[in-house]
């Protein structure tokens, strides 16, 4: 049972356009959510989060939208260089019950910027 | 901040052998470490939790006898894969966090191979 969703195995951008990765979820005991970035043969590296008490989070190019109602969050990132290409990772972490504190990763999205 | 360190990045060994993999959190202490296990194109799944100083939970289909986990200090956890086969043979990475309101910061990973 895939909790964490990201339905979109690969997103092809023009450099300086906007970059839209989605994510969906289906525990509704999720109350925090992160996106990683990995590089190939590395680990993730933490980019942004949001908690679900917001709707909204920025950190310069990066912005995470939360959509509670619709179990939808969604990384935008304005505007996209050929550095970014990478694959993004959607994770949510648990308020209680067996999901308490635990990282639940969605598939991956390989993001790749055009030059 | 927060680097965490993984050691080794490769092995290759024969089946039957038993591999151990160290993660280290360099500049900061980590409460509770995690260690995910990742299969090609597939998401990082957790495999077990561990807390300084106290046994690991290990999460629903993984064998604790057949991964050996270890949380000595608040800087150093390491897995132990016994005996390890062919099956076994795929990506492991840690994580640490110093709380559970943090983000958890990864190491870069270890690709396991068995003969």
């Known amino acids: 049972d895939q909790q964490v969703k990201q339905n979109s195995p690969s997103l092809s951008v023009q450099e300086g356009r906007i970059s839209i990765l989605n994510c969906d979820y289906t525990?509704?005991?999720?109350?925090?959510f992160l996106w990683y970035k990995k590089y190939p043969a590395e680990g993730p590296t933490f980019l942004i989060s949001i908690s679900s008490i917001k709707d909204k989070n920025e950190d310069g190019r990066f912005t995470v939208f939360l959509n509670k109602s619709a179990k939808h969050l969604s990384l935008h990132i304005v505007p996209s260089q050929p550095g970014d290409s990478a694959v993004y990772f959607c994770?949510?972490?648990?308020?209680?019950?067996?999901?308490?504190?635990?990282?639940?990763f969605g598939q991956g999205t390989i993001l790749t910027v055009h030059p | 901040g927060a680097v965490v360190s993984q050691h080794p990045s490769w092995v290759i060994c024969k089946s039957g052998t038993s591999v151990k993999i160290e993660c280290r959190s360099l500049?900061?202490?980590?409460?509770?470490m995690f260690w995910y296990r990742q299969f090609p194109k597939q998401s990082l799944m957790l495999m077990a939790t561990s807390n300084e100083g106290s046994k690991a939970t290990y999460e629903q289909g993984v064998e604790k006898d057949k991964f050996l986990i270890n949380h000595a200090s608040l800087t150093l956890s390491t897995l132990t894969v016994t005996s390890a086969h062919p099956e076994d043979s795929s990506f492991y990475i840690c994580?640490?966090?110093?709380?559970?309101?943090?983000?958890?910061?990864f190491g870069d990973g270890t690709r396991l191979s068995i003969l």
């Open positions: 994770a949510a972490i648990g308020a209680g019950g067996t999901s308490y504190g635990k990282l639940t």
């Open positions: 994580s640490a966090r110093t709380g559970v309101d943090q983000p958890q910061h």
């Open positions: 500049d900061f202490q980590a409460t509770t």
């Open positions: 525990n509704s005991m999720f109350d925090y």
